[in-house]
C-alpha cells in the first residue's frame, strides 16, 4: 500500500493551523472492521513517536491541538495552533496491511 | 516505564551480515501484550517497516517480503532482548534502524482488543553505514 502526503513542506506562522493530508492506495479498512492509520511526529535528531492510532485515537501526552480524522483512503492530520515545540517531519502509516508502509513524511517549520 | 537500548556496529563493510540488538527494560520479549519491530530510516527510501516477532504461546515472525532472502529477526528470552540480521549489506542498507515495541491489551491481538495495538516506544535509532 503507498501512502502519499501532502504536502511534503509546511511552512505555518506561529499560532496559526495546519493541515497534513494522507491518501492510500487502497483502503485501509481490515477485514476486523478497524482502520489502521496512524500519525507519527519526528521532531529533529529524535526517533518518531506516536501521535495517533486508528485515525483518531490521541496517544498519551499528545495535546488537544492535534486531531486526527478521515475515512477509508484519505486521512488529515490538523494542528489548530502551531507552537515551537510542533516543529519537526510528520509521518502518517498503515498497518492494515502487510507490509506496513509509511508515508513519505511532511515538514512542520515556522514561518 | 518501558525503554528500548539499541546497540550494534556504525560500520559494515558491504556483503557482509549487519548484526544490531535492541535491550528491553520494563518488559518481556515474551509477553503476551507486545510484539517487537523493526524499521530503518533513510533519505533515500525513507521509513521502511523490515519485519516483527511476537509470542503467543509459540514465536512468530513476519518480514518485509522485500527484506526476507536476507533478515532474521531473533528474540532471546536470557537477555530478554531481540536482535536483527541482515546479511549481504550494500550501501543501500545505509539507514538508522529502529526497535520498536508494539503494545496490545491483555487479549494479545489487534482484533481482540478492538484495534488499540500501538507503537507506543522506540529505541533511541542506531546509524548503519555501509561502506569499505
Known amino acids: 500500500i503507498v501512502m502519499t502526503q501532502t504536502p511534503l513542506s509546511s511552512p505555518v506562522a506561529l499560532g496559526q493551523p495546519a493541515s497534513i493530508s494522507c491518501r492510500s492506495s487502497?483502503?485501509?479498512?481490515?477485514?476486523?472492521?478497524?482502520?489502521?492509520l496512524h500519525w507519527l511526529q519526528q521532531r529533529p535528531g529524535q526517533p518518531p513517536r506516536l501521535l495517533f492510532y486508528?485515525?483518531?485515537s490521541r496517544f498519551s501526552g499528545v495535546p488537544d491541538r492535534f486531531s486526527g480524522s478521515g475515512a477509508g483512503t484519505d486521512f488529515t492530520l490538523k494542528i489548530s495552533r502551531v507552537e515551537a515545540e510542533d516543529v519537526g517531519i510528520y509521518y502518517c502509516?498503515?498497518?492494515?496491511?502487510?507490509?506496513?508502509?509509511f508515508g513519505q513524511g511532511t515538514k512542520v517549520e515556522i514561518k | 516505564q518501558v525503554q528500548l537500548q539499541q546497540s550494534g556496529p556504525g560500520l559494515v563493510e558491504p556483503s557482509q551480515t549487519v548484526s544490531l540488538t535492541c535491550g528491553i527494560f520494563?518488559?518481556?520479549?515474551?509477553?503476551?501484550?507486545?510484539?517487537w519491530h523493526w524499521v530503518r530510516q533513510s533519505p533515500s527510501r525513507g521509513l521502511e517497516w523490515l519485519g516483527r516477532?511476537?509470542?503467543?504461546?509459540?514465536?512468530?515472525?513476519d518480514y518485509a517480503e522485500s527484506m526476507k532472502s536476507r533478515i532474521t529477526i531473533n528474540p532471546d528470552t536470557a537477555r530478554n532482548q531481540f536482535s536483527l540480521q541482515l546479511s549481504s549489506v550494500t550501501p543501500e542498507d545505509t539507514a538508522v534502524y529502529y526497535c520498536?515495541?508494539?503494545?496490545?491489551?491483555?487479549?494479545?491481538?489487534?482484533?481482540?482488543?478492538?484495534?488499540?495495538?500501538?507503537?507506543?516506544?522506540w529505541g533511541q535509532g542506531t546509524p548503519v553505514t555501509v561502506s569499505s
Open positions: 502509516m498503515q498497518a492494515t496491511q502487510f507490509p506496513w508502509t
Open positions: 487502497q483502503s485501509l479498512v481490515h477485514s476486523d472492521g478497524n482502520t489502521y
Open positions: 486508528k485515525i483518531s
Open positions: 516477532t511476537y509470542y503467543r504461546s509459540r514465536w512468530y515472525y
Open positions: 520498536i515495541r508494539q503494545t496490545y491489551c491483555s487479549g494479545g491481538y489487534c482484533a481482540t482488543c478492538g484495534g488499540d495495538c500501538y507503537y507506543d516506544h
Open positions: 520494563g518488559d518481556s520479549v515474551a509477553s503476551y501484550t507486545a510484539s
